[in-house]
């Protein structure tokens, strides 16, 4: 890395950019007051780096001022190069829930890379949600987009929004259908791993320390409680996230809770979380055999992490949305 000392730099929201795409710049992290070269034009910043500066609380990297203009350019066509992904999951004439989701992820990255929770932030994805979820109802669109409204990446903020679209389509096609329901399992599904998000970067760099174990096993309870924090958010929100990691068999975590006593909203997270991440460890092998292999898993479950009643209908809803 070289030292620049000029400047004539930009700051540019790490949330606008995309893990794993070719730069069109160098770019600059600014550190102890100087721009300090992080990547070449052409390089890209993978997934784990991504993820690793919104464990650092960093919200904005830096480019030389006369690449503005190419720099912008360049951050238009890979939007809509990933707004594209999702359209061709979904079909263009469901082009405006795609944008919409792409405006969630955003906004999820910057919530979960500022040092401490802003109660702004999560409002505004509070209304991005809902507004989300009305759309859906008021269009009559079938629900099965809502479970395509997804993008392969296995990055934090992008998980996040795929677990959220996939458990609000498990919980329509539950018959969980008021818009108060369907409000709060969104923004639990979008909370889920907020808690993990904010793991000290050197924890997460030993997972075979026991420091990682313990503070993996305790994210769900710090994210509950750090949510639990912010006004106009209801109990089931933080019920969710504190839950999203219990297994049906009692062999979950934090509480290590069981059966009946894991609240029903939980569980549809939780069920979207792990197909959602199984989908991330195979995505290159196509989405067809990805999803295949995502359902095959749960089917193999049969009640261990997942209520057997409630397996076999998600199931069965899967098969329709990923068929």
């Known amino acids: 890395m070289s030292d620049q000392t000029t400047p004539d730099f930009v700051p540019i929201p790490l949330s606008k950019l995309y893990p794993d795409e070719a730069l069109c710049t160098d770019i600059y992290l600014l550190i102890n007051s100087k721009y300090i070269k992080y990547k070449n034009a052409e390089d890209f910043i993978s997934v784990e780096k991504y993820d690793l500066f919104l464990s650092k609380n960093v919200v904005s990297v830096y480019i030389a001022f006369e690449d503005s203009l190419t720099f912008m350019n360049w951050l238009k066509e890979t939007k809509e190069k990933s707004i594209q992904e999702v359209v061709d999951n979904v079909g263009e004439e469901f082009r405006e829930e795609a944008v919409a989701r792409e405006e969630i992820v955003e906004r999820v990255f910057e919530t979960f890379a500022a040092e401490e929770l802003n109660k702004e932030n999560v409002s505004i994805l509070k209304s991005q949600a809902d507004e989300l979820i009305e759309s859906i109802s008021k269009k009559k669109i079938p629900l099965t987009i809502l479970a395509r409204l997804t993008k392969k990446s296995p990055s934090i903020a992008e998980h996040s929004v795929n677990v959220a679209n996939i458990s609000v389509y498990l919980a329509l096609a539950m018959g969980h259908a008021h818009q108060y329901v369907l409000e709060n399992i969104y923004m ?9 998000a904010k ?5 997460l760099e030993d997972p075979s320390n026991i420091t990682y174990t313990k503070a993996i096993e305790q994210h ?3 994210g509950a ?7 106009g958010l209801q109990d089931q929100v933080t019920t969710i996230i504190a839950e999203h990691h219990e297994q049906h068999n009692g062999k979950g975590f934090p509480n290590a809770k069981k059966g009946e006593d894991i609240y029903e909203l939980s569980k549809i997270v939780a069920l979207a979380n792990v197909f959602d991440n199984i989908c991330a460890n ?3 092998k196509g989405d067809k055999e990805m999803y295949k292999q995502a359902i095959k898993f749960l089917e193999h ?17 899967l098969y329709l949305a990923y068929k």
């Open 188 to 196: 639990g599904a979008l909370f889920h791993d907020y808690g993990k």
């Open 199 to 203: 793991i000290p970067s050197k924890v």
């Open 220 to 222: 769900p309870i710090k």
């Open 225 to 231: 409680l750090l949510i639990s924090k912010i006004d």
């Open 282 to 284: 195979n995505m290159q």
């Open 301 to 317: 479950d049969k009640g261990k992490k997942f209520d057997p009643d409630f397996l076999a209908p998600a199931i069965e809803a």
